[in-house]
């Protein structure tokens, strides 16, 4: 698997990387996941897209271009950035109210 060394190095020069890899037989496909937990890779980083053939792997490859383009034109990632920051907000606003109550400290106000 002489390969994931390579993609190792890619993910370093790209933020957004997706490698569509052909796995047509399930020993084929055993041995990918083996051989990527092996070196340590993680999940995500970059993203694999196992496919059976080139084509199906053409296809994913169209379907992810088009739905990245649907989000940015959107602006969906700024949004999504927004509300996880209200929501994080919201909880420390939450954990202040349970910490003011008398004998909770802040651990088992994380835990509620």
Do not use: W
């Amino acid at each position: 698997m002489r390969y994931l060394y390579r993609v190792q190095k890619l993910k370093e020069q790209f933020a957004n990387l997706y490698i569509v890899v052909t796995l047509p037989t399930r020993e084929q496909n055993d041995s990918f996941v083996r051989s990527y937990f092996k070196l340590g890779m993680k999940l995500g980083r970059p993203t694999f897209v196992p496919v059976q053939d080139l084509e199906m792997g053409f296809e994913k490859i169209v379907k992810i271009a088009h739905a990245r383009g649907v989000c940015k034109r959107r602006d969906v990632a700024s949004r999504l950035r927004a509300e996880r920051k209200r929501s994080v907000q919201g909880m420390d606003v939450f954990l202040r109210v349970i910490i003011s109550i008398l004998g909770i400290d802040n651990h088992d106000a994380n835990s509620l």
